[in-house]
């Protein structure tokens, strides 16, 4: 019994025996962090937020804009996000989220400015090269140009171009 007690008395008199590592643990290699968003790869669909298990992710349509908002607190960190991203737009940082004292201090909220119609300047939605290249074997560009439309030009303009082709079809059965 007196041995325990002068083993303590020495632990305690000498202080701390914790050795502290230099910097930080480094991060195991696949290590899954925070969601980042690339803007300018966003094509606003919406599928993050879609297959998001855990309601982290949330995306809404404003009149210019496609807000993305991002709870790192929420996040189960399973990657579904980042692996059904059709615009491959979001990553994941590799090292663990920072320290945070407040409820929603880490949240993220961008926003993913609407193109505007080449047409009429309404908001139309966003479309990447890659994503376009991915959609299509070669886009050409009649195709890119209606692309470039928004919903109401796009439809106006494939009205004319069925009545044009009606029409033609007119003139052939005629003659």
């Known amino acids: 019994m007196l041995r325990i007690l002068q083993v303590i008395a020495n632990n305690l008199g000498r202080g701390p025996a914790t050795v502290r590592l230099p910097g930080s643990v480094p991060s195991p290699p696949g290590f899954r ?12 669909c919406g ?3 879609y297959v ?6 949330t995306g809404t349509n ?21 692996d059904h991203c059709t615009g491959r737009a979001l990553s994941m940082e590799s090292e663990p989220a920072p320290v945070y004292s407040r409820p929603g201090e880490l949240n993220v909220l961008q926003r993913v400015p609407f193109p505007l119609c080449r047409s009429c300047g309404a908001p139309t939605r966003p479309l990447t090269e890659e994503f376009l290249t991915r959609a299509f074997d070669r886009v050409e560009e009649p195709v890119r140009e209606l692309l470039s439309l928004c919903e ?24």
Do not use: H
């Open 33 to 44: 962090g925070r969601v980042i968003l690339d803007p300018t790869r966003c094509v606003a």
């Open 47 to 49: 599928v993050c937020a």
């Open 52 to 57: 998001c298990v855990s309601g982290a992710i």
């Open 62 to 82: 404003e009149d210019k804009a496609y807000a993305w908002q991002y709870e790192p607190g929420r996040c189960t960190f399973c990657a579904r996000c980042v």
């Open 152 to 175: 109401r030009c796009k439809r106006r303009r494939l009205q004319r171009n069925m009545l044009a082709a009606a029409a033609e079809d007119g003139k052939e059965q005629t003659q």
